[in-house]
Each structure stands twice: as structure tokens, then as C-alpha cells.
């Protein structure tokens, strides 16, 4: 079964600290990775996604993420947090041809201390 | 360019009471989808369109129906309004081999 797990529901960091959202993914086909920001009261951003190719994507906003077939994870990295990056974060799985079809985690909420 | 347009932001229904979620956009995507939002849920597929013409059901399409008769439009209906469609629905579009969603801003919906 398709499905996305992202083990953290909060987490709090302190403005300037490194940060690493995990996500952990259970895909049929050769999956197709994505990262979106929500803050309150928006729709979702998407921040980077992974197709092929090098492991480790940069993103939009200074975000990172590394692919790692062996541990079916994803996670999200950023070297230095600043406050505006206080959000929801989710993970999605899709597939080539099958774009229509993402899964979805069921978010981390990020929170920065000054 | 707007992207992705959702009206209503805001609606209450009483139970039983249908009504539409609009949804445009107009970068000219192929893909269409609406999705629920539910604490600690993450987003949920509700129905998807490959195009004009051809929808097709997600996990949750249970009291929804869609259409899509353009390409740029592809409205949610409520049939007989529930209590547990109180949620947050977003409209969301992409090209077909981007896999890179465009999502429209929401809309809250409680079912009082």
C-alpha cells in the first residue's frame, strides 16, 4: 500500500538552529518525491521535488532534501532556520504518469523560538 | 497571471444542504485534483481529471461529484452535505509531467 509517514507532528527549533523534517515513504513504483510548505491560512508551496538523478535536491527558500532508496526516507534539511520558515510541512509520493495521484503525509509543524 | 481560484473561501451548510466548490485556473494544466485537509490527516484525494472530460475518483469521493467540462475549470460538488465534510478543500493543478502541484489558497467548509 501506497502511503507517507512523517513521524514528527511538531517540532521546535530556536531562530538560527539547523533543522531535518523527516519523511518516510511506502511506494509500489519508482517513487517521485516532493516537499510543500503550508503557512496558516494558505494553500500549499512546493518547496523541491526529486525524480532522479543526484540524491540530494536544493530547493526553493535555502530547503534541501536527500533521497535514500535504502531507508525509503526523504528528509528535509535546512542549515540556519529563520523565523518566516515557521509552517506546516508535507512530504508527497507520486509517480510518472500518475501525477494526479500524490500521497500525503500527515505534516510536521514547524515552530521557531527568537 | 492568477493560477489557482477557489470560491468560496468560507461557507457553512446545514446538514443536507448541496452546494459547489469552484475551482479555476488558467496556466493552461492538464491535471486537476481536489483534496480535503483534516487535522493530522494531511491531505486527502477526493476526485482528479486528466483533462476535459475525464474524471476519475480518489480515495475519499464518498458525497462528491465533478466534473470538467474546460479545461480550466473543475468544480466539487456537495450532494447532501454531512457533518464530516467539515474540512478544508483545496483545488490543486499541474501539467502532466511536472509533478509539480499548483494549489489554490482553500476553502474552510463546516457542515453545521
Known amino acids: 500500500a501506497q502511503s507517507v509517514t512523517q513521524p514528527d507532528i511538531h517540532i521546535t527549533v530556536s531562530e538560527g538552529a539547523s533543522l531535518e523534517l523527516r519523511c518516510n515513504y511506502s511506494y509500489g513504483a519508482t517513487p517521485y518525491l516532493f516537499w510543500y510548505v503550508q503557512s496558516p491560512g494558505q494553500g500549499l508551496q512546493l518547496l523541491l521535488k526529486?525524480?532522479?538523478?543526484?540524491?540530494l535536491v536544493q530547493g526553493i527558500k535555502g530547503f534541501e532534501a536527500e533521497f535514500k532508496r535504502s531507508q525509503s526516507s526523504f528528509n528535509l534539511r535546512k542549515p540556519s532556520v529563520h523565523w518566516s520558515d515557521a509552517a506546516e510541512y508535507f512530504c508527497?509520493?507520486?509517480?510518472?504518469?500518475?501525477?494526479?495521484?500524490?500521497?500525503f503525509g500527515s505534516g510536521t509543524k514547524l515552530n521557531v523560538k527568537p | 497571471n492568477a493560477g489557482v481560484t477557489q470560491t468560496p473561501k468560507f461557507q457553512v451548510l446545514k446538514t443536507g444542504q448541496s452546494m459547489t466548490l469552484q475551482c479555476a485556473q488558467d496556466?493552461?494544466?492538464?491535471?486537476m485534483s481536489w483534496y480535503r485537509q483534516d487535522p493530522g490527516m494531511g491531505l486527502r484525494l477526493i476526485h482528479y481529471?486528466?483533462?476535459?472530460?475525464?474524471?476519475d475518483q480518489g480515495e475519499v469521493p464518498n458525497g462528491y461529484n465533478v466534473s470538467r467540462s474546460t479545461t480550466e475549470d473543475f468544480p466539487l460538488r456537495l450532494l447532501s452535505a454531512a457533518p464530516s465534510q467539515t474540512s478544508v478543500y483545496f483545488c490543486?493543478?499541474?501539467?502532466?509531467?511536472?509533478?509539480?502541484?499548483?494549489f489554490g489558497s482553500g476553502t474552510r467548509l463546516t457542515v453545521v
Open positions: 526529486y525524480f532522479s538523478g543526484d540524491t
Open positions: 481529471s486528466v483533462g476535459a472530460g475525464i474524471t
Open positions: 496556466m493552461n494544466h492538464e491535471y
Open positions: 490543486a493543478s499541474s501539467f502532466r509531467d511536472s509533478g509539480g502541484y499548483t
Open positions: 508527497a509520493v507520486g509517480a510518472l504518469g500518475n501525477f494526479n495521484k500524490f500521497y
